[in-house]
Nanobody, 126 residues
Framework: QVQLVESGGGLVQAGGSLRLSCTTS????????MGWFRQAPGKEREFVAA????????YYADSVKGRFAFSRDNAKNTAYLQMNSLSPDDTAVYYC???????????????????WGQGTQVTVSA
């Protein structure tokens, strides 16, 4: 089993920045990729970003490309999502997820992830 705990959410003004953290524990050696997803009120959960755990390859949704950066610190078993130039459209609960299968494909699809955190609220005021 893998446990994921998100932190770093909060309230920020438009144009501001936040850095989310996702700390992993348990069978962390079984993580091959991680993802960030978000869900706004009344909307479906959507892909934000993904990273391969060993190579650090990153993938982003078009809506956040150029503004968000996904990184990981293998020694600390922690992943980070740096979010810049935030807008009210970024308001949502942000979830991190981990995939424990070494076959990496469709990392934009929430169904390929095996473990999920509880989420952290990000609110961007106009």
């Amino acid at each position: 089993q893998v446990q994921l705990v998100e932190s770093g959410g909060g309230l920020v003004q438009a144009g501001g920045s936040l850095r989310l953290s996702c700390t992993t524990s348990g069978r962390t050696f079984s993580i091959y990729a991680m993802g960030w997803f978000r869900q706004a009120p009344g909307k479906e959960r959507e892909f934000v970003a993904a990273i391969t755990w060993s190579g650090g390859d990153t993938y982003y949704a078009d809506s956040v490309k150029g503004r968000f950066a996904f990184s990981r610190d293998n020694a600390k078993n922690t992943a980070y999502l740096q979010m810049n130039s935030l807008s009210p459209d970024d308001t949502a609960v942000y979830y991190c997820a981990a995939r424990s299968n070494r076959v990496l494909f469709r990392l934009w699809n929430s169904e390929v992830y095996d473990y999920w955190g509880q989420g952290t609220q990000v609110t961007v005021s106009a």
